[in-house]
């Protein structure tokens, strides 16, 4: 799976929106782009996915660059129950649910 | 209900001993996954099975062997436990085995402590 790449970590303030980066330069044409959380001493939650075009759900926000390089996850207001580590991973359709995990971004929420 | 449930949630043994994590899932999914967090909170895949054959086996060793009765339940026996297996191990399901819409449900982990 290609590789992507995210802040080790980001503070908020609760209630502002918050936009979490992820670049992957190398993401081939089938890749899908998907975010998933881990709050403290849970297991990770499937938040959103895209492919080209920017989504949007009850949880979040996906933007996507034009050249999909690069997108962004968007809390558009925060809570402090939104504390967690985020993580941007490109599935293929081969992979089998091999999701592969990088170090991922910890995101703090002052109150 | 919760939807992929672990038991235990924490477990605590000696070096050398033999334990088993069990996996239950309520959501008619096909897949099943042990996933396992180390110290650094990597996640890493281990299995996979889908209806009931495994699919994916990652470079684990042979101690830890995955079974699975039926679809709605994997379990993970591990033999001869060692000071390196302690971490946390998380089980998943999802509707399908590839694609690059499928979404992963995981439980809530256990912690494997071995002393």
């Known amino acids: 799976d290609a590789k992507t790449t995210q802040p080790n970590s980001m503070e908020s303030n609760e209630e502002e929106p918050v936009h979490l980066p992820c670049n992957h330069s190398?993401?081939?044409?089938?890749?899908?782009i998907h975010w998933y959380r881990q709050l403290p001493s849970q297991g990770p939650e499937y938040v959103i996915h895209?492919?080209?075009s920017n989504v949007n759900n009850r949880m979040a926000s996906l933007a996507i660059a034009e050249d999909r390089k690069s997108s962004t996850l968007i809390l558009h207001r925060a809570t402090l129950r939104d504390a967690a580590v985020y993580y941007c991973?490109?599935?293929?359709?081969?992979?089998?649910?091999?999701?592969?995990f990088g170090q991922g971004t910890i995101l703090t929420v002052h109150p | 209900d919760t939807a992929v449930s672990q038991t235990p949630k924490y477990l605590v043994t000696q070096m050398g001993n033999d334990k088993s994590i069990k996996c239950e899932q309520n959501?008619?999914?096909?897949?099943m996954y042990w996933y396992k967090q180390d110290s650094k909170k990597f996640l890493k895949i281990m299995f996979s099975?889908?209806?009931?054959?495994?699919?994916i086996n990652e470079t684990v060793p042979n101690r830890f062997s995955p079974k699975s009765p039926d679809k709605a339940h994997l379990n993970l026996h591990i033999n001869s436990l060692e000071l390196g297996d302690s971490a946390v191990y998380f089980c998943?399901?999802?509707?399908?085995?590839?694609?690059?819409?499928?979404?992963?449900?995981f439980g809530s982990g256990t912690q494997l402590s071995v002393l």
């Open positions: 998943a399901s999802s509707p399908e085995s590839r694609g690059p819409n499928e979404k992963l449900f």
């Open positions: 190398t993401i081939s044409g089938t890749d899908y």
């Open positions: 895209g492919l080209t």
């Open positions: 991973i490109l599935r293929s359709g081969t992979s089998y649910g091999k999701l592969t």
């Open positions: 959501l008619g999914h096909d897949t």
């Open positions: 099975y889908n209806n009931k054959e495994l699919i």
